[in-house]
């Protein structure tokens, strides 16, 4: 790929999406910016030669295929997707309705899909891309009050693990970004975070002093948006870029101890796990 490359970024019209996007700019790449409101988007970023607002609500296949469209001919090619939109569903399983729990899938899970149905055509014909994932630490460790949301990114990850074997003879390179706590606008309730529609007297006390906690983080986690999105810059531009990309010492800490914890529950019942074979298997 060239060095000045086409960058597709969803969720552009807040948050991480935007310094992604003013980061590739500033790097001296072209840049389709998307949101469900493309004024937002264009405010948010900030005018520039390089840069196409275009509206997507990534749930809409047609939309997303639309928007691929008016990217190939503004600038010709799409080099490196960003699939970044997504939202949060928090609270206990329970409590989340299961229209709630439908959606939090059909924006986290499946709207990546639908954007990159649209736009890996484009890179299997150009013979090369870079698809690049966010996920989250939740996709690596459930965790409590996130059982939608975990379920999305473990949903994510799984269909990003397999599906660099099915572009890899493209020369289209996958990458999952597993952000931990970086300060965002995603424990902002109404703009990203949703709360549980439902109550059950069993969960109300946990929930409120769940959401009171979360609440109180908000504006306050450690990592730098900047920071992330300039070190994708430099992922995107690597002739070897990583499958995993763990964002944050916290992120990194929770992929140390996951690995940790399925070792040591490998090793505990080896034995068990390691008899199971049909006796005449040797």
């Given amino acids: 790929m060239a060095s000045n490359k086409t960058w597709f970024i969803t969720g552009a019209g807040r948050g991480l999406g935007v310094d992604i996007a003013q980061a590739a700019l500033r790097a ?109 630490t939740a996709g690596l460790v459930g965790q409590e009050f996130v059982a939608a949301y975990s379920a999305s990114k473990f949903a994510l990850e799984g269909w990003m693990e397999s599906l660099r074997f099915d572009l890899e003879p493209y020369g289209i390179r996958t990458t999952i970004v597993e952000p931990g706590f970086f300060r965002t606008e995603l424990l902002v309730e109404g703009a990203s975070t949703l709360w549980p529609e439902l109550t059950i007297e069993d969960y109300d006390e946990r929930t409120t002093a769940t959401i009171a906690a979360w609440s109180s983080m908000n504006g306050k986690q450690g990592g730098d948006p900047r920071k992330l999105a300039a070190a994708l810059i430099t992922i995107a531009g690597s002739a070897e870029p990583p499958l995993r990309f763990l964002a944050g010492a916290d992120a990194v800490a929770t992929a140390e101890g996951k690995a940790a914890d399925l070792l040591a529950q490998a090793d505990a019942y080896r034995e068990l796990s390691s008899s199971l074979e049909h006796d005449d298997a040797a």
Wanted: charge should be neutral; aromatic fraction near 8%.
């Fill in 28 to 136: 001296g790449h072209s840049v389709v910016a998307t949101g469900r409101d493309a004024d937002r988007v264009r405010q948010a970023v900030g005018d520039h030669n390089n840069l196409l607002a275009v509206a997507l609500d990534i749930t809409d296949p047609n939309a997303a295929t639309a928007a691929a469209q008016q990217a190939i001919e503004r600038f010709g090619r799409i080099d490196v997707l960003v699939n970044n939109a997504g939202n949060f569903y928090a609270g206990f399983f329970e409590v989340i309705s299961d229209k709630q729990f439908r959606t939090q899938m059909e924006t986290n899970f499946f709207g990546q899909l639908n954007v990159t149905r649209a736009i890996l055509p484009i890179m299997r014909q150009q013979r090369g891309g870079h698809v690049i994932t966010i996920s989250s």
